[in-house]
């Protein structure tokens, strides 16, 4: 059998469990339009399909396994557990035959070969069935945060608005697309403004190091859950350009796809993990033209597969959905500021952490923010005393002229933004109260309040654990109570007692 030959017979030939080198009672044969995917019960195997489009070229033998140790190497720093290695696709006595021999003299053709998981533990069919929970997503933004951090910056260029603007000359150019010729034209101008505005920032973000080898396909359907968690798999291996990226692009796509579906909560809990371990608030103003443009990556994907099937009535929705959610943010009004106040102890974090999910709000965090601007990780402890280092009084104030404009430029976007922070002198507050009005957004302090034997046996209980970024211990308790101002009547504010406090009291307090 020559090599041309074996190929063609590939798909058929890979059906039948005795051409796998493992015990097989029957195989399952799953296609897209770029690979045939092989199950096996224990195992699955990916073979690159023989294409050349305009965004993937899989056309030569070469090429294919190439992508497939580039896909191997990607998703390794993902899904180590789920990634085993490169498989060699034989054909011997008339038959094509799978061996882990990479070097065999009759490879026709090479796959990546994958532990199996059960698709009913992907995490969009998790989500269909109500079954994921905010934990978990903000877990997984934690690990997706961790290993963002460790991937090397991307030295090359980077050019942000070309793949947004691509994708609208193909979108456009789709029959499917006539009838919304309005809404793809105010999306098109929309995103033109978005790009002019953000250019100076998308710049500084690069020369800054937050542009790296991402995943690039971050959604819930390239998600499963393990025993040890939600993971991410299928990373974008055939295109650097699509996955050499902001990482803020990367989280950007779980989080609209997570909007889209009517579950922001478990969009905002993923960013609110992210940001718990990057600190890159600055980054999270970025989110929203991040999150329409994957919106309208995904319109584009249903545009090409009407093109194939006019009648397809699933690709029809989605294109329809997704034009119409994109429409529908672009005049959003400022969001809401939420200000968290009070002594430590008080569940401050805690009640942040709650509210993020519920109205939903991206979460500035004074304590990973602070160790984060001094070079730190969030987990490493500074070792200052009371007022000195990296809480003195300077530091501390320029602290809260970071938190004031990273809160503006959200609230100006749209986003509703809780500043999670002691907030204990007028003057800080008052510097926050003007981010909100610069955007006339609506803003509201929520003074927490407590006993102290209380607080302290709560700093007590949190330092023992030592899984938080604060460091603050009952003399620094003290130390506040002693000198905190509390809110004057003109201040925006609503005092409550945290002792017995319950997110539903939690959200009749707050104006609606």
Same mark, same amino acid.
Request: hydrophobic share 40%; glycine share 6%; with cysteine.
């Given at each position: 059998?020559?090599?041309? %030959?074996?190929?063609?017979?590939?798909?058929?030939?890979?059906?039948?469990?005795?051409?796998?080198?493992?015990?097989?009672?029957?195989?399952?044969?799953?296609?897209?339009?770029?690979?045939?995917?092989?199950? %096996?019960?224990?195992?699955?195997? &990916?073979?690159?399909?023989?294409?050349?489009?305009?965004?993937?070229?899989?056309?030569?033998?070469?090429?294919?396994?190439?992508?497939?140790?580039?896909?191997?190497?990607?998703?390794?720093?993902?899904?180590?557990?789920?990634?085993?290695?490169?498989?060699?696709?034989?054909?011997?006595?008339?038959?094509?035959?799978? %061996?882990?021999?990479?070097?065999?003299?009759?490879?026709?053709?090479?796959?990546?070969?994958?532990?199996?998981?059960?698709?009913?533990?992907?995490?969009? &069919?998790?989500?269909?069935?109500?079954?994921?929970?905010?934990?978990? #997503?903000?877990?997984?933004?934690?690990?997706? @945060?961790?290993?963002?951090?460790?991937?090397?910056?991307?030295?090359? @260029?980077?050019?942000?608005?070309?793949?947004?603007?691509?994708?609208?000359?193909?979108?456009?150019?789709?029959?499917?697309?006539?009838?919304?010729?309005?809404?793809?034209?105010?999306?098109?101008?929309?995103?033109?403004?978005?790009?002019?505005?953000?250019?100076?920032?998308?710049?500084?973000?690069?020369?800054?190091?937050?542009?790296?080898?991402?995943?690039?396909?971050?959604?819930?359907?390239?998600?499963?859950?393990?025993?040890?968690?939600?993971?991410?798999?299928?990373?974008?291996?055939?295109?650097?350009?699509?996955?050499?990226?902001?990482?803020?692009?990367?989280?950007?796509?779980?989080?609209?796809?997570? #909007?889209?579906?009517?579950?922001?909560?478990?969009?905002?809990?993923?960013?609110?993990?992210?940001?718990?371990?990057?600190?890159?608030?600055?980054?999270?103003?970025?989110?929203?033209?991040?999150?329409?443009?994957?919106?309208?990556?995904?319109?584009?994907?249903?545009?090409?597969?009407?093109?194939?099937?006019?009648?397809?009535?699933?690709?029809?929705?989605?294109?329809?959905?997704?034009?119409?959610?994109?429409?529908?943010?672009?005049?959003?009004?400022?969001?809401?500021?939420?200000?968290?106040?009070?002594?430590?102890?008080?569940?401050?974090?805690?009640?942040?952490?709650?509210?993020?999910?519920?109205?939903? @709000?991206?979460?500035?965090?004074?304590?990973?923010?602070? &160790?984060?601007?001094?070079?730190?990780?969030?987990?490493?402890?500074?070792?200052?005393?009371?007022?000195?280092?990296?809480?003195?009084?300077?530091?501390?104030?320029?602290?809260?002229?970071?938190?004031?404009?990273?809160?503006?430029?959200?609230?100006?976007?749209?986003?509703?933004?809780?500043?999670?922070?002691?907030?204990?002198?007028?003057?800080?507050?008052?510097?926050?109260?003007?981010?909100?009005?610069?955007?006339?957004?609506?803003?509201?302090?929520?003074?927490?309040?407590?006993?102290?034997?209380?607080?302290?046996?709560?700093?007590?209980?949190?330092?023992?654990?030592?899984?938080?970024?604060?460091?603050?211990?009952? &003399?620094?308790?003290?130390?506040?109570?002693?000198?905190?101002?509390?809110?004057?009547?003109?201040?925006?504010?609503?005092?409550?007692?945290?002792?017995?406090? %319950?997110?539903?009291?939690?959200?009749?307090?707050?104006?609606?």
């Amino acid at each position: 059998m020559d090599a041309e %030959t074996a190929r063609r017979q590939l798909p058929g030939a890979l059906t039948n469990p005795a051409a796998y080198p493992h015990e097989c009672r029957e195989v399952r044969l799953i296609e897209t339009h770029m690979s045939w995917l092989f199950l %096996t019960g224990e195992f699955a195997y &990916k073979v690159k399909k023989p294409i050349h489009f305009d965004f993937v070229n899989f056309s030569s033998v070469a090429l294919r396994r190439h992508f497939c140790e580039e896909e191997l190497r990607l998703n390794r720093r993902f899904a180590p557990d789920l990634y085993l290695g490169i498989a060699t696709i034989v054909a011997a006595d008339g038959r094509l035959v799978v %061996t882990d021999d990479p070097d065999h003299p009759d490879a026709v053709e090479w796959a990546v070969r994958m532990r199996q998981f059960d698709p009913d533990a992907q995490a969009d &069919k998790l989500l269909d069935d109500n079954l994921l929970t905010t934990d978990e #997503l903000r877990r997984f933004g934690a690990s997706i @945060a961790s290993q963002h951090r460790d991937i090397t910056p991307h030295p090359g @260029a980077y050019d942000a608005a070309g793949p947004m603007r691509d994708n609208f000359t193909t979108l456009c150019a789709l029959p499917c697309s006539h009838p919304y010729e309005e809404t793809l034209v105010a999306l098109r101008e929309h995103l033109e403004r978005e790009i002019a505005r953000l250019e100076p920032e998308l710049e500084r973000r690069q020369h800054d190091h937050h542009v790296k080898e991402c995943h690039g396909d971050l959604h819930l359907s390239n998600m499963v859950r393990l025993e040890s968690g939600l993971c991410a798999f299928d990373c974008l291996e055939f295109d650097a350009e699509l996955r050499n990226i902001d990482v803020m692009c990367d989280a950007g796509f779980l989080l609209m796809d997570c #909007l889209v579906r009517g579950r922001g909560d478990l969009g905002y809990a993923f960013i609110d993990g992210y940001l718990n371990v990057s600190g890159d608030y600055a980054g999270a103003a970025l989110l929203p033209v991040f999150a329409d443009y994957r919106s309208m990556v995904r319109a584009k994907v249903a545009g090409l597969r009407l093109d194939q099937a006019p009648q397809d009535p699933e690709a029809a929705a989605k294109l329809k959905r997704h034009l119409e959610w994109s429409a529908g943010r672009m005049a959003r009004p400022p969001g809401r500021l939420l200000i968290m106040c009070g002594v430590s102890g008080t569940g401050k974090s805690h009640w942040a952490e709650q509210l993020v999910t519920a109205l939903p @709000a991206i979460r500035i965090r004074s304590d990973v923010l602070r &160790k984060v601007q001094a070079g730190m990780q969030v987990a490493e402890t500074s070792g200052a005393d009371i007022g000195a280092g990296i809480y003195s009084d300077d530091k501390s104030a320029d602290l809260y002229v970071e938190m004031a404009a990273m809160a503006q430029a959200l609230l100006a976007c749209g986003e509703h933004v809780i500043i999670d922070a002691a907030c204990l002198q007028a003057a800080k507050r008052q510097r926050l109260y003007a981010a909100a009005e610069a955007v006339k957004a609506e803003c509201t302090l929520l003074h927490l309040t407590g006993e102290p034997d209380l607080l302290h046996a709560r700093i007590a209980g949190r330092n023992a654990a030592g899984n938080d970024p604060s460091e603050a211990d009952g &003399k620094v308790l003290d130390w506040q109570l002693e000198w905190a101002e509390p809110p004057g009547d003109d201040e925006p504010s609503i005092s409550v007692d945290a002792s017995n406090l %319950t997110l539903p009291d939690l959200l009749d307090l707050l104006p609606t």
